[in-house]
């Protein structure tokens, strides 16, 4: 079984700071891709940030803000956000694509998510 589990989540001020870790476990052979999607109400799960190879790509709207970094002997990814806004209130989701030892194929794995509310 492959788990993502993510942690960091919770209330800020706008212009504050967050960092979000989601740790990957289970019987991995290979991660591919690792990278964070967001979900805010009413609107469609979108992409912020992933890392694949050392090679990032950001959402326009959190280019300069946000920052994803990945530790490839952990199977760890972590987003650290600054410069926070209300708009980026939101349920952010841990996503992974990753090949496991049980199968011959990869497939994308999703963690269950972790509020982030940016408000005054």
């Known amino acids: 079984q492959v788990q993502l589990v993510e942690s960091g989540g919770g209330l800020v001020q706008p212009g504050g700071s967050l960092r979000l870790s989601c740790a990957a476990s289970g019987s991995i052979f290979r991660i591919n891709v690792m990278g964070w999607y967001r979900q805010a109400p009413g609107k469609e799960r979108e992409l912020v940030a992933d890392i694949a190879g050392g090679n990032t790509n950001y959402a326009d709207s959190v280019k300069g803000r946000f920052t994803i970094s990945r530790d490839y002997a952990k199977n760890t990814v972590n987003l650290q956000m600054n410069s926070l806004k209300p708009e980026d209130t939101a349920v952010y989701y841990c996503?992974?694509?990753?090949?496991?030892?049980?199968?011959?194929?990869?497939?994308?794995?999703w963690g269950k998510g972790t509020l982030v509310t940016v408000s005054s």
């Open positions: 996503n992974a694509d990753i090949l496991p030892y049980s199968s011959g194929w990869s497939r994308t794995y």
